[in-house]
């Protein structure tokens, strides 16, 4: 018996050991799995010593996983599956608001602020943007009240406040609320690029395939309301000169705002599209 039958053996060999699963969803998964994961090790001719490295990779990507990161989700970003999987999960009409991964430092619970105010503390450096908006439904048209905006962004300094311990907890996070016309008003920080984390396995693949690690200026949204399914979406800046080489492969043009300067601030007006279906909003990495 020749090499390759040994080897299409022994993958029809664990196709069948997982061929008892019940659900038939998960039966799909891991045939799938199997197959592509034995046809990637069989088409690349994995040796011994890449294989070691492979798992000393991923185990090197656990030390950098906690409850503040999660450099698994960061690899996948980084690697294009977050977005893929979002946009075969979320088609939308190509003149509404773009869907874009949730990304790593999404935390849950942040606190619900009154309509006008400011995500960012006083303390917090940077230009301040009024952004003003409506929720309407993207079928028809008409505004959704009592919709809920779900915000965060980093700081200047290119950290989110879970990883800067100079931030106040929950600085440059909240939640707000459309009145009933589905309109809504806050005040965020003017959105700055900022790098991706390099100092572990996500940086040196980076690093290896000459990729800058930077994300464009964005700032994070997820829109929710009863009866319409959740938008996960991101607010980039116009003419920024890195949309299109976004570390993520996220940022484009049916996610850009036109942040327009006025006197001491910015003015940005933005409204989002709810298409109808179940309200489900996505799990925040951080607690």
Known sequence: MNSTNITEKLTDNVLAA????????TQQIMKSLIQHLHGFIKDIQLSEPEWEYAWDFLARMAQFTSKDRNEFLLMADVLGASQLIEIMNHQRPSNSVGYALGGPFYRANAPLRARGTC??????TGKRVI????????????????ATLDVWQAATNGFYENQDPAQPNMNLRGKFKTDDKGTYELIALLPTPYPVPTDGPVGELLRT????????AHIHFVVSAPEHETLVTQVFMADDEIIHTDAVFTA?????GNFIKDGDHYRLNYDFQLAEGESICPKAPIP
Do not use: F, Q
């Open 18 to 25: 997982y061929g008892n699963i019940e659900n038939p969803r």
């Open 119 to 124: 995500t960012a503390s006083d303390e917090t």
């Open 131 to 146: 952004i003003t908006g409506t929720v309407i439904n993207l079928a028809d048209g008409k505004p959704i009240s009592n």
């Open 209 to 216: 395939a000459k990729r800058h690690p930077l994300r464009p």
């Open 252 to 256: 484009s043009d049916n996610m850009v």
